[in-house]
């Protein structure tokens, strides 16, 4: 399998809420401690990237974030309005047709479109040249949406490519396709915690990725994988039924143990369900503490 530091663009997704943003900036992380120049493109309107390199805001415009990684948030309409300046190559018939309101909320109309912007425009800087012919960043991360969201976004270049007239858009629509489906050059990184709503969703995902859209998955990370106090036996023996009271000594000690039994049995659990799908796995350890650290953020990139 095609290492991920080899491959040009990598779609990260997965339940909200279950890391991803944090996985792409330690998977950067990591890809630019092997010299790799990485850029990391942010969807969504709420940007959390910026706390994790303690930069400024990350906007529109492509900022470094630390060394060799670059990042940038990529919004719908300007995405759109991008690549319209691209394919037109004129300022006043893009100013023409960009300008006008019916025009606009024709735009907003057209199922996929503002999603296709985004994914394209994250695509665009995977193959993006510089002027000496070689490529401008060696891996894209697309921090991409949450599961229904993000699998939306992936189906729209396939829908392009199945029912648009040829043209510039299904040009490259065809180009982004490929690359995607190609797993020497593509792959799609699922997040999820050790826990039952994300683990269903990540099953539901993956069937997703496999089955409708044949898209390689490139590594499954289980974030936030708490370390194991106890033996299988010591959490039958904790999780056994006894009547816990606040005022008999011992007792709160004793319920904080059980309360810890059940989360380990629930993590057990789900490892051993995500162990059944056929895929490159990581666990990621439970940060303790500022998650949004420098330190926090070396020790996860070391696990990559």
Same mark, same amino acid.
């Given at each position: 399998?095609?290492?991920?530091?080899?491959?040009?663009?990598?779609?990260?997704?997965?339940?909200g809420g279950?890391?991803?943003?944090?996985?792409?900036?330690?998977?950067?992380?990591?890809?630019?401690?092997?010299?790799?120049?990485?850029?990391?493109?942010?969807?969504?309107?709420?940007?959390?990237?910026?706390?994790?390199?303690?930069?400024?805001?990350?906007?529109?415009?492509?900022?470094?974030?630390?060394?060799?990684v670059s990042?940038?948030?990529?919004?719908?309409?300007?995405?759109?309005?991008?690549?319209?300046?691209?394919?037109?190559?004129?300022?006043?018939?893009?100013?023409?047709?960009?300008?006008?309101?019916?025009?606009?909320?024709?735009?907003?109309?057209?199922?996929?479109?503002?999603?296709?912007?985004?994914?394209?425009?994250?695509?665009?800087?995977?193959?993006?040249? %510089?002027? $000496?012919?070689?490529? /401008?960043? #060696? =891996?894209?991360?697309?921090? @991409?949406? +949450?599961? *229904?969201?993000?699998?939306?976004?992936?189906?729209?270049?396939?829908v392009i490519?199945?029912?648009?007239?040829?043209?510039?858009?299904?040009?490259?629509?065809?180009?982004?396709?490929?690359?995607?489906?190609?797993?020497?050059?593509?792959?799609?990184?699922?997040?999820?915690?050790?826990?039952?709503?994300?683990?269903?969703?990540?099953?539901?995902?993956?069937?997703?990725?496999?089955?409708?859209?044949?898209?390689?998955?490139?590594?499954?990370?289980?974030?936030?994988?708490?370390?194991?106090?106890?033996?299988?036996?010591?959490?039958?023996?904790? %999780?056994? $039924?006894?009547?816990? /009271?606040? #005022? =008999?000594?011992?007792?709160? @000690?004793? +319920?904080? *143990?059980?309360?810890?039994?059940?989360?380990?049995?629930?993590?057990?659990?789900?490892?051993?369900?995500?162990?059944?799908?056929?895929?490159?796995?990581?666990?990621?350890?439970?940060?303790?503490?500022?998650?949004?650290?420098?330190?926090?953020?070396?020790?996860?990139?070391?696990?990559?």
């Amino acid at each position: 399998m095609t290492p991920l530091d080899q491959r040009r663009f990598l779609f990260v997704t997965g339940k909200g809420g279950v890391g991803k943003t944090t996985v792409s900036a330690a998977l950067a992380t990591a890809l630019a401690g092997r010299n790799k120049r990485v850029l990391i493109a942010l969807s969504g309107a709420h940007e959390r990237l910026s706390a994790l390199f303690g930069v400024a805001p990350i906007g529109s415009t492509i900022v470094e974030v630390a060394p060799r990684v670059s990042a940038v948030h990529i919004s719908a309409e300007p995405a759109l309005r991008e690549y319209g300046a691209m394919i037109l190559r004129s300022q006043t018939v893009f100013d023409a047709v960009f300008g006008n309101k019916y025009v606009k909320s024709f735009f907003r109309g057209v199922p996929g479109l503002y999603d296709w912007a985004v994914l394209g425009k994250a695509w665009y800087h995977a193959v993006e040249k %510089l002027p $000496d012919g070689s490529p /401008r960043f #060696d =891996v894209v991360l697309f921090d @991409a949406p +949450a599961t *229904g969201h993000g699998l939306d976004m992936l189906r729209v270049p396939k829908v392009i490519v199945d029912i648009v007239p040829p043209g510039i858009l299904r040009r490259d629509a065809e180009r982004a396709w490929s690359m995607f489906k190609d797993p020497a050059r593509s792959g799609v990184v699922v997040v999820t915690l050790p826990e039952d709503m994300p683990v269903n969703e990540t099953f539901e995902l993956v069937e997703a990725l496999r089955g409708e859209l044949d898209l390689p998955l490139a590594l499954l990370v289980v974030n936030a994988v708490w370390p194991e106090l106890f033996s299988p036996d010591e959490r039958h023996a904790l %999780l056994m $039924d006894r009547d816990l /009271r606040r #005022d =008999v000594a011992g007792d709160e @000690a004793l +319920a904080a *143990g059980v309360r810890r039994a059940i989360r380990e049995r629930v993590q057990a659990e789900s490892l051993a369900r995500l162990a059944s799908i056929d895929a490159p796995k990581l666990r990621l350890p439970m940060v303790w503490g500022d998650a949004s650290s420098p330190e926090a953020l070396a020790e996860l990139a070391a696990k990559f």
